[in-house]
């Protein structure tokens, strides 16, 4: 079975600073993993995704996420929080030798980025 | 629409009533999902639709519930006899043409669920 676990409920930092949310995952085979961000009374927004390659990862609104396959992580980060940042981001997975195409999500983590 | 619509954005049913849910994906896609997501959780996985056949419905939680896709683009989600532990936002995803499994999910707002 595929997991992903987001340690951190909330994670609170200043703006200007650099941020991390945490994400380790879980499969038997390769994963396709994902992060998205979900703003109030908003659906799930694509940040970014690992297909394979370059285990740093660019995505939108200058977010990155680097895969550690060794330590089975997937952090987000981006060098300089903005208050506008604040939101619920959530972090996917998908095995890529696995029937179906779902993604499994963890439970969320809550930035807060304040002035 | 640009994006995924889903309809009715609220929703307060009794305790026993049935509900559907409507997901308009975006055109062309191929692919869709829905997911159910407790307040405070991640959202779970219910069922998988390429074009209108449901290739994957393991995730759906009891046979009160109920999905279709009849013509490969609007989806409905049905819950029959609704119940307190449904109460939920129903989000609604859709992927770019054919099914490769790296390509994003793009989701709707959501349907938020009360059962009383």
């Known amino acids: 079975a595929q997991s992903v676990a987001q340690p951190e409920d909330q994670v609170n930092v200043a703006e200007g600073n650099p941020l991390t949310v945490k994400c380790t995952y879980s499969?038997?085979?390769?994963?396709?993993l994902f992060w998205y961000v979900q703003y109030p009374n908003r659906g799930l927004q694509f940040l970014l995704k690992y297909i394979t390659g370059d285990n740093l990862v660019k995505g939108s609104y200058g977010f990155e996420a680097e895969f550690n396959k060794s330590q089975t992580s997937f952090h987000l980060k981006k060098p300089s929080a903005l208050v506008s940042d604040s939101a619920l981001y959530f972090c996917a997975v998908r095995e890529q030798e696995r029937a179906g195409n779902m993604l499994t999500f963890g439970g969320g983590t809550r930035l807060m980025v304040k002035p | 629409g640009a994006g995924v619509s889903q309809s009715p954005r609220y929703k307060v049913a009794k305790r026993g009533q049935d509900v559907a849910l409507r997901c308009d994906p975006i055109s062309g896609h191929v692919s869709l999902f829905w997911y159910q997501q407790a307040l405070g959780q991640g959202p779970e996985f219910l069922t998988y639709?390429?074009?209108?056949?449901?290739?994957?419905k393991s995730g759906l939680p009891s046979d009160r519930f109920f999905a279709e896709r009849p013509e490969g683009s609007v989806s409905t989600l049905k819950i029959q006899r609704t119940q307190q532990e449904d109460s939920a936002v129903y989000l609604c995803a859709s992927s770019q043409r054919g099914s490769n499994p790296y390509n994003e999910q793009f989701f709707g707002p959501g349907t938020r669920l009360t059962v009383l």
């Open positions: 499969v038997s085979g390769n994963p396709y």
């Open positions: 639709f390429q074009n209108e056949a449901q290739l994957d």
